[in-house]
T-cell receptor, first 115, second 113 residues
């Protein structure tokens, strides 16, 4: 069964500093990878996704992620964070071969941006 | 273009009761998935519906059942509620021919007392 590990439960960072949220997934022949953000008491909003092709994926709000097949990682990065980036971030994986294409999520990382 | 909508927003039930949650998918989408998100955890897949049939199911007991209607909207039913069923229930919709991206609704917060 697929699994996702988000290595940090909380990441504190100062405003305008760079940040990296780490995500590792269990290996599979092929995977789709996603990062979602969840604002308090709201659903999930897609930040970016990797389906195939370039391993560097750019998303909304200045976020990007790099797919590393050898390390089975898909870390999320932003070069300069804002207070408004404070939220919880979820890494997810799906198997394009598996019928139904369900998402398997990590436990989440809370990003706290301090002024 | 309306996104995924869910009702109700909040719900309080007592142990042993039954509950029905509703979801309307994003316009043009034909597939609906349901997820349970317990406090402090990531969402867990419950099941997915396409063409009014359960297409795939996660590791949830039979107390959890669902339905999809001809207009693609969906219901999640939970019988014999337990305290552990307290969670945020998220609905996500997608298009079966391009189901690599799921769009999530705001969720229904269920509290079981």
């Amino acid at each position: 069964a697929q699994s996702v590990t988000q290595l940090d439960s909380q990441v504190p960072v100062f405003e305008e500093a760079p940040v990296e949220l780490r995500c590792n997934y269990s290996s599979s022949v092929s995977v789709y990878l996603f990062w979602y953000v969840q604002y308090p008491n709201q659903g999930l909003q897609l930040l970016l996704k990797y389906l195939s092709g370039s391993t560097l994926v750019k998303g909304i709000n200045g976020f990007e992620a790099e797919f590393n097949k050898s390390q089975t990682s898909f870390h999320l990065r932003k070069p300069s964070v804002h207070i408004s980036d404070t939220s919880e971030y979820f890494c997810a994986v799906s198997d394009p071969v598996e019928y139904g294409n369900k998402l398997v999520f990590g436990a989440g990382t809370i990003l706290r941006v301090k002024s | 273009d309306a996104g995924v909508t869910q009702s109700p927003t909040h719900l309080i039930k007592t142990r042993g009761q039954q509950v029905t949650l509703r979801c309307s998918p994003k316009s043009g989408h034909d597939t609906v998935s349901w997820y349970q998100q317990a406090l402090g955890q990531g969402p867990q897949f419950i099941f997915q519906y396409y063409e009014e049939e359960e297409r795939q199911r996660g590791n949830f007991p039979d107390r959890f059942s669902g339905h999809q209607f001809p207009n693609y909207s969906s219901e999640l039913n939970v019988n014999a509620l337990l305290l552990g069923d307290s969670a945020l229930y998220l609905c996500a919709s997608s298009l079966v021919l391009a189901d690599n991206e799921q769009f999530f609704g705001p969720g229904t917060r269920l509290t079981v007392l």
